[in-house]
């Protein structure tokens, strides 16, 4: 991460050498919204001749980390920073904090330093640096456990395989995690670290924590850190290290443009269950698109909040607070032209700005930003665009997200989904339903379910002698939409375009029956709408539940490469009464 913590692993032998510590701040950028949500505080050494500081680290550890913690947060205190700080500790102090005899050394200074600069304890994140070998890992989560007591968020940084275990992560539960450089660096040439960054981005997902690239370095980088779903970074791409810090960036704009009409098909209707949100959903939280905010008391007089309006045009919304906790919001436009009105001056300025604040729309940093479109459909129309209330499983407030920020960023969600869509059945492709596979059904398999697969294949090659390519491509849609409708109120049953022209449906074995029966009834009344309808051949297949998901993968492919399979059920325009059942092969 930087050079004073690759010393603190190294070594010297004089104890007084740490020498005058100096500060870069790097911020962390929420990719989706090009909004700065942390800011990374490195120490560097002034002294060049103090340079090897093993020996140091090795005789105390706690308090070298202990006095770089808190000059840090003195030095940060300078800036108006109200987005929260991140401080790298080393994974053997954390774990002293908790032995048998525990050093506090490191909780004592960093709450002087809060004390000192009035910063929130919420609002600082003890980075546990990697390697996490040598302490061991049982005393890394007891020592993290004191820092939550305390008040404060913990992440893991400089994070790969052999460096920090895989299941410490699930068990330790971190705030944030960081990739490690290096890892970065490897993501667009090597299979093998991709697949490390995608079970990393599962088990973040999973556990609640952000996970964030570090050394973002060319576009590249940036395009697979979206393809992966990771929605904050840091790097030389979106800013340097610098003195003093940075309050805003900009992320290079995509090479896919994003049409804004993308939004309204996908967010505005429920989503179908044959949608890639039904495996594993990589889509950004909310928290992602945080911006800072400014916050003041119930007590501050509108004469205050009028200056903070003034001094920073970039100040969209002040949030009243109590306790960390958001109790109001005061909109600038309508808190200025309240202000600005006839007699403003004399009867707002110095009232308490909590008589004019609004109630705040307050959603977790968790949710999902679809989850903006509920606030927006039970707001009237002048608070329409207010700011969010971006706030931790506590309550407490972490800050503001607009409203043009998430509707943006969910319409670049749903074109990247609609790119994974076929574009004539809108149904996704065979990898999603292998995905799925291994990500939902592997449980149920393991627990004796068992799994029914179809492959839905229709004749089209009369069809384009009888009606042409566009009677195939309307047949085609309508068998799409068939399945997806027979399907829609099926629990865990997922549907994919196939290979070629045939169509993959994934059930439940103890209610194949029932599916079959709603995909019959529906593709028979879609055929009666088509003059040139095509015949349909259904064809299950039942694998045993010793079947792995690997196993049940090759097969759909299996399935899907042979349209005319031995047992079949056929399905014509002109069928009529009870349909025989389907065959199990």
């Known amino acids: 991460m930087n050079e004073l913590i690759d010393e603190r692993r190294t070594g010297t032998t004089d104890p007084g050498g740490l020498g005058e510590i100096g500060f870069l701040f790097a911020p962390l950028v929420g990719l989706p919204a090009s909004t700065v949500c942390g800011m990374s505080i490195l120490p560097r050494l002034r002294d060049p001749d ?58 004592d200074a ?13 609002n600082v994140v003890v980075d546990i640096a990697a390697p996490i070998r040598d302490p061991d890992p049982a005393s890394v989560a007891r020592g993290a456990a004191v820092i939550r007591a305390a008040g404060h968020k913990i992440g893991l940084i400089d994070v790969t395989v052999d460096d920090v275990p895989i299941a410490l992560i699930a068990s330790l539960r971190p705030d944030h995690v960081t990739l490690h450089p290096d890892l970065t660096a490897r993501l667009d040439r090597d299979a093998g670290a991709r697949a490390v960054a995608e079970v990393l981005v599962r088990l973040c997902h999973e556990t609640g924590a952000v996970l964030a690239v570090d050394g973002l370095s060319q576009a590249a980088d940036l395009e697979i850190a979206h393809e992966l779903g990771i929605s904050v970074g840091c790097g030389p791409l979106l800013a340097a290290p610098a003195r003093r810090p940075r309050t805003s960036v900009a992320v290079p704009a995509r090479t896919t443009s994003i049409p804004l009409t993308a939004v309204v098909e996908s967010t505005c209707r429920p989503p179908r269950p044959t949608e890639v949100s039904d495996v594993h959903d990589r889509s950004p939280r909310i928290g992602a698109f945080t911006r800072p905010m400014t916050a003041v008391t119930a007590s501050a007089d509108g004469g205050q909040v009028r200056d903070l309006f003034r001094d920073d045009p970039a100040v969209t919304s002040v949030v009243i607070t109590e306790d960390g906790r958001p109790v109001g919001l005061l909109d ?56 969010i209330v971006v706030v931790d499983d506590d309550g407490r407030c972490l800050g503001i997200a607009r409203v043009a920020d998430l ?16 574009p004539v059945t809108r149904l996704p492709g ?4 292998t995905e799925a ?18 492959v839905v294949a229709p004749d089209l090659a009369p069809l384009v002698a009888r009606g042409g390519h566009r009677a195939v491509i309307d047949s085609m849609r ?10 829609a109120h099926r629990p865990g049953t997922l549907a994919a375009h196939g290979i070629g022209d045939t169509l993959v449906v994934l059930t439940d074995s103890d209610q194949h029956h029932m599916v079959d029966q709603s995909i019959a009834a529906a593709i028979h009344s879609a055929q009666r709408s088509l003059p040139p309808a095509p015949t349909v051949h259904t064809t299950w297949l039942q694998p045993t539940t010793a079947t792995t998901p690997d196993e049940l993968a ?21 069928q009529t009464g009870q349909r025989p059942s389907a065959t199990l092969r």
């Open 430 to 433: 065979l990898p999603t339903l």
């Open 50 to 107: 103090a340079t090897r500081l093993a020996a140091i680290v090795r005789q105390d550890c706690v308090g070298v980390d202990a006095r770089v913690a808190a000059e840090g947060l003195r030095c940060v205190a300078q800036w108006p920073v109200s987005v929260p700080l991140h401080l790298t500790v080393l994974a053997d102090t954390i774990a002293m904090m908790a032995g048998p005899e525990p050093d506090s050394r490191l909780l």
């Open 478 to 487: 309508a068998l799409g939409n068939a399945v997806s409708t027979a399907i």
């Open 554 to 574: 090759l097969l759909v492919w299996r399935a899907a490469l042979q349209p005319r399979p031995q047992y079949r059920r056929d399905i014509s325009a002109d």
């Open 332 to 387: 600038r436009y309508r808190f200025l032209l309240t202000a600005s009105g006839q007699f403003g001056h004399a009867l707002y300025s110095r009232r308490p700005v909590g008589d004019l604040a609004d109630a705040p729309r307050v959603l977790p940093a968790a949710a999902d930003p679809r989850r903006v479109l509920d606030v927006i459909a039970g707001a009237d129309t002048a608070h329409l665009y207010d700011d």
């Open 110 to 122: 960093i709450r002087d330093a809060l004390e000192e600069t009035g910063v929130d304890p919420g």
């Open 437 to 454: 596979i291994g990500n939902r059904l592997e449980p149920r398999t393991g627990a004796g379910g068992g799994l029914a697969v179809a």
């Open 407 to 422: 509707l943006r960023g969910m319409a670049e969600l749903n074109h990247d989904r609609a790119l994974a869509l076929h």
